[in-house]
């Protein structure tokens, strides 16, 4: 199983390198009225994608602290609830 991951990464990284090499034609972006960015296709793509990624975890933060939150809460409310047993003493004869 090991052995086909490696296969596997060494595959996506192989198609991501020829995909960058043969993507390097300039592009001109124009972000406002007389600003523009001019990067190879490869740089421009990367950096969007990184950004989307970027946006893409910001947008669970909240969700993922908010659960956090609540198994606190609730593993002290159950800690709470879960009281030791008492030891059973000797009936007096």
């Given at each position: 199983?090991?052995?086909?991951?490696?296969?596997?990464?060494?595959?996506?990284?192989?198609?991501?390198?020829?995909?960058?090499?043969?993507?390097t034609e300039l592009v001109i972006?124009r972000v406002m009225p007389g600003?523009?960015?001019?990067?190879?296709?490869?740089?421009?793509?990367?950096?969007?994608?990184?950004?989307?990624?970027?946006?893409?975890?910001?947008?669970?933060?909240?969700?993922?602290?908010?659960?956090?939150?609540?198994?606190?809460?609730?593993?002290?409310?159950?800690?709470?609830?879960?009281?030791?047993?008492?030891?059973?003493?000797?009936?007096?004869?």
């Amino acid at each position: 199983m090991t052995a086909l991951t490696w296969a596997l990464r060494f595959i996506i990284v192989s198609f991501l390198i020829v995909f960058a090499i043969q993507n390097t034609e300039l592009v001109i972006l124009r972000v406002m009225p007389g600003y523009f960015w001019e990067a190879p296709l490869v740089v421009v793509l990367l950096a969007f994608f990184a950004a989307g990624a970027v946006l893409g975890v910001l947008s669970v933060l909240g969700t993922i602290y908010r659960q956090r939150r609540e198994n606190l809460r609730l593993k002290r409310e159950l800690s709470k609830a879960v009281q030791p047993a008492k030891p059973l003493s000797a009936p007096n004869v």
